[in-house]
């Protein structure tokens, strides 16, 4: 019988929705009896997730450079910590009701894991500096990870000339440098898991003007 397990890794969430699931996961470890010796403790992993979710809450619709920074240091110690309490779930009990009483996802059984599927959309929008674009596209729930690459000029067909492939975990403000002015960039990007690579998605296109 397979042993049920939760996720550890939350790096694949847009910003909005891990301030979601840090919300969650604290209401229901707050009130939850069936981690009496947790570790990290709860007021440990509360600590953390409070101070994400007021970080990403004043960067939601913008904030300065720095905020964004702050924001982003936060968004790693909460996912190392989310890694640790998931972790130690997992190895305290084998009974799913308790471990999903935590409020952290299960993960699917392994028949249950979808093939990546590909990006509906992607956009650019400016950036908050000269040379800065940044760049979201639509989150792909099956996606562990993401591929992106950025192209500046057409081949003799017309094609994008494509750059080097970049891996990232989000999908939300993903921030382009150097770009230059008066110069029309593309992007594409796709999705990746285990079972492999999705299609690349429809082509977004900006203008740089400064």
Do not use: C
């Not at 702050?70 to 190392?80: C, F, G, M, S, T």
């Not at 972790?87 to 299960?106: V, W």
């Amino acid at each position: 019988m397979r042993r049920p397990k939760l996720k550890t890794n939350y790096g694949y969430l847009s910003d909005a929705d891990l301030a979601r699931l840090a919300t969650r996961t604290a209401d229901a470890l707050r009130t939850s009896t069936g981690f009496p010796d947790l570790h990290p403790t709860f007021a440990e992993y509360e600590a953390v997730a409070l101070d994400y979710i007021a970080k990403q809450g004043i960067t939601a619709k913008g904030g300065s450079i720095q905020q964004n920074q702050e924001k982003d240091e936060a968004r790693e110690a909460l996912i190392v910590m989310m890694r640790r309490v998931t972790s130690y779930i997992n190895n305290f009990t084998d009974i799913s009701s308790i471990q999903l009483g935590s409020g952290f996802y299960a993960v699917e059984p392994p028949s249950a894991l979808l093939a990546a599927e590909t990006v509906d959309w992607i956009k650019f929008r400016d950036g908050r500096l000269p040379g800065e674009v940044i760049l979201d596209w639509a989150a792909v729930k099956a996606a562990a990870e993401y591929e992106y690459t950025i192209a500046d000029g057409l081949d003799a067909d017309g094609q994008p000339i494509w750059g080097e492939i970049r891996r990232i975990r989000r999908s939300k403000g993903n921030i382009i440098t150097g770009l230059e002015n008066r110069l029309e960039y593309y992007a594409r990007v796709r999705s990746r898991n285990i079972k492999g690579e999705s299609a690349w998605s429809p082509i977004a296109t900006v203008f740089t003007r400064w």
